[in-house]
């Protein structure tokens, strides 16, 4: 392998990184406040997608300028994560949320089998793109590699900025405070007078958004093709579990060194590729059991 | 009458927080150990340390003559201690009975993958144990349907149903109405005596401690702080300043 | 009594329904042998869904068994279909042996999810290395003699459908007897308390070893089955989606008594013919639905349903 290939290697890895973690940051935000692994979650990030994809091939016909197709992108993330997520959270989980876990986990399931139909129906099963923003912003040159201005520095960067934001949010805001109350523990939060109902609407949201999000900064630069929102799902649940659940920094590093590796083994055994993550994963969880980031807690008896 | 479970300098340290403080302690066989103490004071890490749930930072303990320090739950209550908790343990999904019965299939420690269970299991005995505990009438309810106080003589059915030779209760009294303490009391010491189970309970209530047990041993912040007759440990000092509040 | 009755009828009247329909229509022997193959793995992943476990890798065992069913059969096509099969069960046996020690440490969200990983690397392993197992495409299977005969596709079909019916009824009946054996009810108690398992002086990791055991033994004979019906085998049989189905109908079916698989698995049969005919394209969105309105309205499944009906019944009448 030469130097070139392992920085093209780098710089793929980092980007996709970037995409990783905006997804299974969500995924983990889910989970924390609700207790619910959302197998949906890989829908909204191909609803993000296609949407994101429609707006800017729409924008682009109207020649509009290129703030805008960015911009078209996050609103395509907010209006998945809202609509989509609310409809999931209000209209599904909350009926099922005194049920058996095993039941909760399928209803999620069970939504995602729809979404995969409905976005058939919606926008077909031929590929979907839209690069023009990707080549507006341009290349540059990184130790003798072009590699475009977008992917190599705007996910990241946004990836950062959502990371450093989320942080931000959960340990200095009052809404932030109250999530991670109701995260620690529910009967105790609603005891102090906290909302759980709309802390777990509003949380919701979040990460829809933030699984909407991935996708829609990931349109620009792949061809959405039926079955993206699946391999999404089953990557970011190894990011979230071999991070441990709930866990956002962990879900930061892990994204990034899984992201890594699958794009090295792009390079050098791609027979490997899919199988990478999760080996990656199996290979945590042997040792530590609860994934990296978690500390084991006894049960009470 | 032999020494059946004793530890040595046992401790255990949660991060700085000493739940167990290097205590020396042993029961003998036929004994009727109550242990008193304030919530907190580590009574129920001991039996999770002594039962294996939880291993100690320092220390040993032996059960019956054997070093079971650090071994399994599963590996100590085959050595013959049986355990029922704060919190009762159950099989929520099953009747009562089907608990009963499990508890019994469990006993012989080869569970038969194609014989129903209910036939793999001695009925009378079932049925006895039923009838000692009270809940002979709902023995085809689930477990979940039980009232808090019934399901505490369950989850000490189910220990008893291994033929234990100590029998651990941690508060078997606690979650049941005041004015059927006493009953719960008798019935379990009754069961305890047809058997001829050692047993180690922890309990709040001093009229219980005096009347059932026939030693007291009382847990101030991760100690043995004192360890005797019970009038003479119900009486002493610190028992009365930090556990009963009456001096 | 009035439950076992019912299921007793039941049980007879499905598999003359098989037989006949079968028999009359020979076009419907593929989709009731595929029907009867998704009902036998489906009474292995209700094993699991009993332990309160669900597994969204256990088509994995189905691949397995499928590959090994068809790599032998290239090798030595003179190797008899029941040696075919019993070689598919006991690879997947095998590997279930093997992947259980180490997914039983794990419950909940970890055990489904290392189960999908194990699944989705044997899925990718055998999707790239295309020289060895056909890629995506797969890899054909000559029809085999069975039990030293050989027979022409109709002949095949219908010894395959008896066969599959007759393993159908007894595994049904063996797993109904495990679920109800001590170490069957002391599986369904990892599903409430493994810490009392545990004081009662009994491995968890050890009761749901071995439910993992049979239960990717029985997955593994319906791959082998089902390869051998389609002659042919294709990565797609071990895709997390297809373990997914196996959940669907051990829900949809309930997991309170065996036959509850398969009458899982003959509406689910009935909803994919009746969407491939009517409405193409949206299939998975029927089951979806389906799944939801399952879970909201009767989250014991079918056979909830049937047991608290006749409960009903006994108890009126009794």
Same mark, same amino acid.
């Given at each position: 392998?030469?130097?070139?290939?392992?920085?093209?290697?780098?710089?793929?890895?980092?980007?996709?990184?970037?995409?990783?973690?905006?997804?299974?940051?969500?995924?983990?935000?889910?989970?924390?406040?609700?207790?619910?692994?959302?197998?949906?979650?890989?829908?909204?990030?191909?609803?993000?997608?296609?949407?994101?994809?429609?707006?800017?091939?729409?924008?682009?016909?109207?020649?509009?300028?290129?703030?805008?197709?960015?911009?078209?992108?996050?609103?395509?993330?907010?209006?998945?994560?809202?609509?989509?997520?609310?409809?999931?959270?209000?209209?599904?989980?909350?009926?099922?949320?005194?049920?058996?876990?095993?039941?909760?986990?399928?209803?999620?399931?069970?939504?995602?089998?729809?979404?995969?139909?409905?976005?058939?129906?919606?926008?077909?099963?031929?590929?979907?793109?839209?690069?023009?923003?990707?080549?507006?912003?341009?290349?540059?040159?990184?130790?003798?590699?072009?590699?475009?201005?977008?992917?190599?520095?705007?996910?990241?960067?946004?990836?950062?900025?959502?990371?450093?934001?989320?942080?931000?949010?959960?340990?200095?805001?009052?809404?932030?405070?109250?999530?991670?109350?109701?995260?620690?523990?529910?009967?105790?939060?609603?005891?102090?007078?906290?909302?759980?109902?709309?802390?777990?609407?509003?949380?919701?949201?979040?990460?829809?958004?933030?699984?909407?999000?991935?996708?829609?900064?990931?349109?620009?630069?792949?061809?959405?093709?039926?079955?993206?929102?699946?391999?999404?799902?089953?990557?970011?649940?190894?990011?979230?579990?071999?991070?441990?659940?709930?866990?956002?920094?962990?879900?930061?590093?892990?994204?990034?060194?899984?992201?890594?590796?699958?794009?090295?083994?792009?390079?050098?055994?791609?027979?490997?590729?899919?199988?990478?993550?999760?080996?990656?994963?199996?290979?945590?969880?042997?040792?530590?059991?609860?994934?990296?980031?978690?500390?084991?807690?006894?049960?009470?008896? | 009458?032999?020494?059946?479970?004793?530890?040595?300098?046992?401790?255990?340290?949660?991060?700085?927080?000493?739940?167990?403080?290097?205590?020396?302690?042993?029961?003998?066989?036929?004994?009727?150990?109550?242990?008193?103490?304030?919530?907190?004071?580590?009574?129920?890490?001991?039996?999770?340390?002594?039962?294996?749930?939880?291993?100690?930072?320092?220390?040993?303990?032996?059960?019956?003559?054997?070093?079971?320090?650090?071994?399994?739950?599963?590996?100590?209550?085959?050595?013959?201690?049986?355990?029922?908790?704060?919190?009762?343990?159950?099989?929520?999904?099953?009747?009562?009975?089907?608990?009963?019965?499990?508890?019994?299939?469990?006993?012989?420690?080869?569970?038969?993958?194609?014989?129903?269970?209910?036939?793999?299991?001695?009925?009378?005995?079932?049925?006895?144990?039923?009838?000692?505990?009270?809940?002979?009438?709902?023995?085809?309810?689930?477990?979940?349907?039980?009232?808090?106080?019934?399901?505490?003589?369950?989850?000490?059915?189910?220990?008893?149903?291994?033929?234990?030779?100590?029998?651990?209760?941690?508060?078997?009294?606690?979650?049941?109405?005041?004015?059927?303490?006493?009953?719960?009391?008798?019935?379990?010491?009754?069961?305890?005596?047809?058997?001829?189970?050692?047993?180690?309970?922890?309990?709040?209530?001093?009229?219980?401690?005096?009347?059932?047990?026939?030693?007291?041993?009382?847990?101030?912040?991760?100690?043995?702080?004192?360890?005797?007759?019970?009038?003479?440990?119900?009486?002493?000092?610190?028992?009365?300043?930090?556990?009963?509040?009456?001096? | 009594?009035?439950?076992?009755?019912?299921?007793?009828?039941?049980?007879?009247?499905?598999?003359?329904?098989?037989?006949?329909?079968?028999?009359?229509?020979?076009?419907?022997?593929?989709?009731?042998?595929?029907?009867?193959?998704?009902?036998?793995?489906?009474?292995?992943?209700?094993?699991?869904?009993?332990?309160?476990?669900?597994?969204?890798?256990?088509?994995?065992?189905?691949?397995?068994?499928?590959?090994?069913?068809?790599?032998?059969?290239?090798?030595?096509?003179?190797?008899?279909?029941?040696?075919?099969?019993?070689?598919?069960?006991?690879?997947?046996?095998?590997?279930?042996?093997?992947?259980?020690?180490?997914?039983?440490?794990?419950?909940?969200?970890?055990?489904?999810?290392?189960?999908?990983?194990?699944?989705?690397?044997?899925?990718?392993?055998?999707?790239?290395?295309?020289?060895?197992?056909?890629?995506?495409?797969?890899?054909?299977?000559?029809?085999?003699?069975? !039990?030293?005969?050989?027979?022409?596709?109709? $002949?095949?079909?219908?010894? =395959? /459908?008896?066969? #599959? %019916?007759?393993?159908? &009824?007894?595994?049904?009946?063996?797993?109904?007897?495990?679920?109800?054996?001590?170490?069957?009810?002391?599986?369904?108690?990892?599903?409430?308390?493994?810490?009392?398992?545990?004081?009662?002086?009994?491995?968890?990791?050890?009761?749901?070893?071995?439910?993992?055991?049979?239960?990717?033994?029985?997955?593994?004979?319906?791959?082998?089955?089902?390869?051998?019906?389609?002659?042919?085998?294709?990565?797609?049989?071990?895709?997390?989606?297809?373990?997914?189905?196996?959940?669907?109908?051990?829900?949809?079916?309930?997991?309170?008594?065996?036959?509850?698989?398969?009458?899982?698995?003959?509406?689910?049969?009935?909803?994919? !013919?009746?969407?491939?005919?009517?409405?193409? $394209?949206?299939?998975?969105? =029927? /089951?979806?639905? #389906? %799944?939801?309105?399952? &879970?909201?309205?009767?989250?014991?499944?079918?056979?909830?349903?049937?047991?608290?009906?006749?409960?009903?019944?006994?108890?009126?009448?009794?």
């Amino acid at each position: 392998m030469t130097l070139d290939l392992l920085i093209l290697a780098a710089a793929d890895g980092f980007s996709y990184a970037g995409l990783l973690f905006l997804v299974s940051l969500g995924l983990t935000l889910i989970f924390g406040v609700q207790g619910i692994l959302n197998v949906a979650h890989g829908s909204l990030y191909a609803f993000g997608g296609y949407t994101a994809a429609t707006l800017a091939i729409w924008a682009t016909e109207k020649q509009a300028p290129t703030w805008v197709l960015l911009a078209a992108l996050v609103a395509a993330a907010l209006l998945v994560g809202v609509v989509l997520g609310g409809i999931l959270e209000i209209g599904l989980l909350r009926r099922v949320q005194d049920k058996d876990p095993v039941l909760q986990l399928l209803v999620t399931f069970a939504a995602f089998l729809i979404f995969e139909d409905l976005q058939r129906l919606i926008w077909g099963v031929s590929p979907y793109s839209s690069t023009e923003v990707v080549s507006r912003m341009g290349n540059l040159d990184l130790f003798g590699i072009t590699y475009t201005v977008y992917q190599l520095l705007l996910i990241p960067a946004v990836a950062l900025a959502v990371y450093l934001g989320l942080l931000y949010a959960l340990r200095r805001t009052r809404l932030g405070k109250q999530i991670v109350a109701v995260t620690h523990n529910r009967e105790v939060a609603t005891a102090l007078g906290i909302n759980a109902k709309k802390i777990g609407l509003i949380t919701f949201i979040a990460g829809a958004f933030l699984g909407a999000l991935g996708g829609a900064m990931a349109a620009p630069t792949t061809s959405l093709v039926p079955g993206v929102g699946t391999d999404m799902i089953v990557l970011s649940f190894s990011v979230v579990a071999t991070a441990g659940l709930g866990q956002i920094t962990g879900a930061f590093i892990t994204a990034l060194l899984i992201g890594m590796a699958r794009s090295l083994a792009v390079y050098t055994a791609p027979e490997l590729e899919v199988a990478v993550p999760y080996l990656i994963m199996v290979a945590v969880l042997l040792v530590r059991p609860n994934g990296l980031f978690t500390v084991a807690q006894a049960r009470r008896i | 009458m032999g020494v059946l479970i004793r530890t040595e300098r046992l401790s255990l340290n949660f991060g700085g927080v000493i739940a167990a403080d290097n205590i020396d302690f042993s029961l003998e066989e036929g004994e009727r150990l109550a242990v008193i103490g304030q919530n907190g004071a580590g009574k129920t890490t001991f039996i999770n340390i002594c039962t294996g749930f939880l291993k100690p930072t320092g220390g040993r303990v032996w059960f019956d003559g054997k070093d079971v320090t650090g071994m399994e739950p599963r590996h100590i209550v085959r050595l013959g201690l049986g355990r029922s908790f704060q919190l009762p343990q159950l099989f929520l999904d099953h009747t009562v009975r089907q608990c009963l019965e499990i508890s019994a299939a469990a006993r012989s420690g080869k569970l038969s993958f194609l014989l129903p269970l209910a036939r793999s299991v001695d009925a009378r005995e079932i049925d006895h144990t039923l009838e000692l505990v009270g809940l002979r009438d709902r023995s085809h309810e689930l477990a979940s349907s039980l009232p808090e106080g019934q399901r505490k003589l369950l989850d000490v059915a189910m220990a008893l149903m291994l033929n234990p030779k100590l029998l651990i209760m941690d508060e078997p009294t606690s979650g049941v109405a005041s004015e059927d303490k006493h009953d719960l009391m008798a019935t379990l010491m009754r069961a305890l005596d047809e058997r001829k189970v050692t047993s180690w309970f922890v309990e709040h209530d001093v009229d219980i401690v005096s009347r059932y047990a026939t030693r007291v041993a009382a847990w101030i912040a991760g100690k043995v702080a004192a360890d005797g007759p019970p009038a003479e440990v119900l009486a002493s000092e610190a028992v009365r300043r930090e556990i009963l509040g009456t001096a | 009594m009035a439950r076992l009755y019912d299921i007793r009828v039941m049980t007879v009247l499905g598999s003359l329904l098989c037989l006949i329909l079968g028999l009359a229509f020979p076009w419907s022997k593929t989709p009731i042998i595929v029907g009867l193959c998704f009902g036998i793995a489906t009474l292995g992943v209700a094993a699991m869904v009993r332990a309160g476990q669900v597994s969204f890798g256990h088509a994995m065992y189905a691949c397995i068994a499928g590959y090994t069913v068809a790599f032998l059969a290239r090798a030595w096509p003179q190797l008899d279909g029941l040696l075919l099969i019993l070689a598919g069960v006991g690879a997947s046996l095998l590997a279930g042996a093997i992947v259980g020690v180490f997914v039983v440490r794990y419950r909940g969200i970890f055990f489904g999810m290392l189960n999908l990983a194990i699944s989705m690397v044997l899925f990718s392993v055998i999707g790239k290395f295309y020289t060895l197992t056909g890629g995506t495409d797969g890899l054909r299977i000559n029809r085999p003699t069975l !039990l030293g005969f050989e027979f022409e596709r109709a $002949g095949f079909e219908t010894v =395959l /459908l008896i066969g #599959t %019916l007759a393993a159908a &009824i007894g595994l049904g009946f063996l797993v109904q007897r495990y679920f109800q054996s001590a170490s069957g009810e002391a599986l369904a108690g990892i599903k409430t308390n493994e810490t009392r398992l545990e004081y009662l002086g009994l491995s968890a990791r050890r009761v749901l070893w071995n439910g993992y055991f049979f239960s990717a033994g029985l997955v593994g004979l319906s791959g082998a089955l089902f390869a051998m019906v389609q002659g042919l085998v294709t990565p797609d049989m071990g895709s997390w989606l297809r373990s997914g189905e196996f959940v669907f109908i051990a829900i949809l079916g309930g997991s309170g008594h065996a036959i509850g698989a398969f009458l899982g698995a003959a509406v689910f049969e009935l909803v994919k !013919l009746f969407a491939a005919a009517y409405m193409t $394209g949206v299939w998975q969105l =029927l /089951l979806g639905v #389906t %799944l939801i309105f399952v &879970i909201l309205v009767a989250p014991e499944g079918i056979i909830g349903l049937l047991m608290k009906k006749s409960a009903l019944a006994t108890r009126r009448g009794g």
